[in-house]
């Protein structure tokens, strides 16, 4: 034994390879993770280990402590119910991304190697995912989206990946082979039995108190999170009145698509005078100090990756690797011949402030600088999602808690554009709802998504795989409204100023809200 971060981050590396890539780990870039016989009891027992490990460590800093016992005890409930090596769609995430991964800026220069090996890792790897799952029931949307995105990896490992700049001819062998895997895989899964994706009550309330140090039952939650659904929608109805009596909300947010660059080649220059315009109007106004260090680039998404960008979870920012940053971030423009889709209210609350400028771009570079080991790393994005999730809180509830706080730098936003951001929280409430009723039982997917369509106002497009999404990651949805909620409930105790109160916040990295609480109370920060 070393320490118990190094111990745990071994242990989750030897597990999650994928994950070291994406976090900038060296020594995993050429595997995919362990399928064989009798993975997921070994797993356990390593678990059982740590926490044995982690019960006696009093070196830590007290922030890894917490998470690493946190994330242990819910991954070991989880494997013991329904381990993620027995869903489809975690299987084509890993095999995915376990070379897209090394395709990204982030991974320049470009290692070959662990490319060619990674390729030819996929037909043995989804080999044993599919031995491993057997006749196992399977909730049906997993199997739905692992299909989806089988055939999305076919199609890039038979033509674009040849489109890549680090295109070696000798790839085109062992691509086609993986190609024909990843086809074989989504065939042979046409007969998996259904299964209820809930996670049930018990469960659910080991994710809300150990990962979120939140005490609250889920019913509680969801009172509360349909108290600020109902008056989200007055405030949507008497904030459009306010505006214009004869037209609705939802036609004044629709509206806002209309003010858009008018040439595609508009569009990159508005998205970095966006940015700009955040952090210069954010730092006036004395809300938060913006990263003015660590780069961000606006690029156009190549043609590489252009197919697989809509059935992959393929993000436009995603942070690079923590244990090697660099000096700056790629963010992708999405091309498309729809210049609504670059309306300049999405361009500026979702792009330049949540993602960008002031949200998740100026939080990761603070975290790099985070005392706590893991809350340096904790928010890396992973082939499925965050890589702790019981940093989301803090993550998800800043990128949201900002959008709204740039209302306080006058004349940002324009009021159509503050409807707009208040449909936003009205959504994140809704999908508390959504999350919290399905996995309690309350609610079945078919009345998920009708919800969603019919008094949420999402677009019909996304509500399926929405729906899907909050089936696979239990509260991880919830925790935009709830790392809101509480952020706010941080700032009304506070004892300093705004700029002050922000600047803390982002100081400790990304580490559960809880956490960040504990530390103010302590410091005597708090009223």
């Not at 111990?7 to 590396?13: P, V």
């Not at 790629?330 to 609350?349: E, Q, R």
């Not at 991880?476 to 790392?483: D, E």
């Given at each position: 034994m070393t320490g118990l971060v190094d111990?745990?981050?071994?242990?989750?590396?030897k597990w999650r390879p994928v994950d070291a890539t994406f976090m900038g780990a060296e020594g995993h870039d050429d595997r995919l993770p362990p399928l064989g016989e009798g993975c997921i009891e070994a797993e356990l027992g390593e678990i059982r280990i740590l926490l044995d490990w982690a019960a006696k460590d009093t070196e830590s800093h007290a922030h890894d402590w917490e998470m690493i016992q946190s994330e242990l005890l819910v991954e070991q409930a989880r494997l013991h119910t329904f381990p993620r090596q027995k869903n489809p769609a975690w299987a084509t995430g890993e095999a995915g991304f376990g070379v897209i991964s090394l395709l990204l800026p982030q991974s320049e220069p470009w290692r070959l190697g662990a490319i060619t090996a990674r390729i030819a890792a996929i037909p043995a790897f989804l080999k044993d995912a599919r031995a491993l799952i057997g006749d196992s029931p399977i909730p049906a949307g997993w199997v739905e989206r692992a299909v989806s995105e089988a055939e999305a990896l076919?199609?890039?490992?038979?033509?674009?990946?040849?489109?890549?700049?680090?295109?070696?001819?000798?790839?085109?062998?062992p691509a086609l082979a993986a190609a024909d895997a990843f086809e074989g895989f989504a065939a042979s899964l046409s007969d998996v039995p259904d299964a209820d994706p809930a996670c049930g009550t018990e469960h659910l309330q080991l994710i809300l108190t150990e990962l979120h140090g939140i005490g609250q039952t889920p019913d509680r939650t969801i009172e509360e999170a349909r108290a600020a659904f109902d008056r989200c929608t007055r405030e949507l109805e008497e904030m459009a009145r306010a505006i214009d009596p004869n037209t609705g909300w939802q036609h004044q947010v629709a509206a806002l698509s209309a003010i858009r660059p008018t040439r595609a080649d508009e569009v990159a220059a508005s998205y970095r005078h966006w940015d700009a315009a955040a952090r210069d109007a954010a730092e006036k106004a004395e809300l938060v100090t913006p990263d003015r260090d660590y780069g961000l680039t606006y690029r156009t998404l190549p043609p590489c990756f252009r197919r697989i960008a809509g059935p992959l979870y393929f993000l436009f920012y995603r942070s690079p690797p923590a244990l090697n940053p660099g000096k700056?971030?790629?963010?992708?423009?999405?091309?498309?011949?729809?210049?609504?889709?670059?309306?300049?209210?999405?361009?500026?609350?979702?792009?330049?402030?949540?993602?960008?400028?002031?949200?998740h771009h100026t939080q990761n570079a603070r975290a790099r600088a985070a005392d706590s080991q893991l809350g340096r790393i904790a928010a890396t994005d992973c082939a499925m999602g965050l890589a702790f999730q019981g940093a989301l809180t803090l993550v998800e509830g800043w990128a949201c808690h900002v959008e709204d706080l740039m209302m306080e730098a006058e004349g940002f936003y324009t009021p159509a554009e503050k409807l707009l951001l208040k449909s936003f929280e009205r959504r994140n409430a809704a999908s508390v709802l959504v999350d919290f009723g399905l996995h309690t039982g309350a609610w079945s997917l078919a009345e998920c998504e009708r919800f969603y369509a019919e008094e949420a106002g999402f677009a019909p497009a996304r509500v399926h795989g929405e729906v899907i999404r909050n089936s696979m990651f239990p509260a991880?949805?919830?925790?935009?409204?709830?790392?809101v909620e509480g952020i706010r409930a941080l700032r009304r105790r506070w004892k300093g100023d705004t700029r002050s109160f922000h600047d803390r916040l982002l100081s400790f990295g990304h580490v559960p809200l809880a956490l960040i609480e504990d530390e103010m109370v302590a410091a005597g920060e708090l009223e």
């Open positions: 111990d745990y981050l071994a242990h989750r590396f076919a199609m890039f490992l038979r033509e674009d990946i040849a489109l890549h700049e680090a295109w070696q001819d000798a790839w085109a062998g700056g971030s790629t963010y992708w423009i999405m091309p498309g011949a729809d210049l609504g889709a670059h309306s300049t209210a999405m361009v500026k609350a979702i792009h330049a402030v949540h993602h960008g400028s002031v949200g991880s949805r919830a925790t935009y409204w709830l790392g």
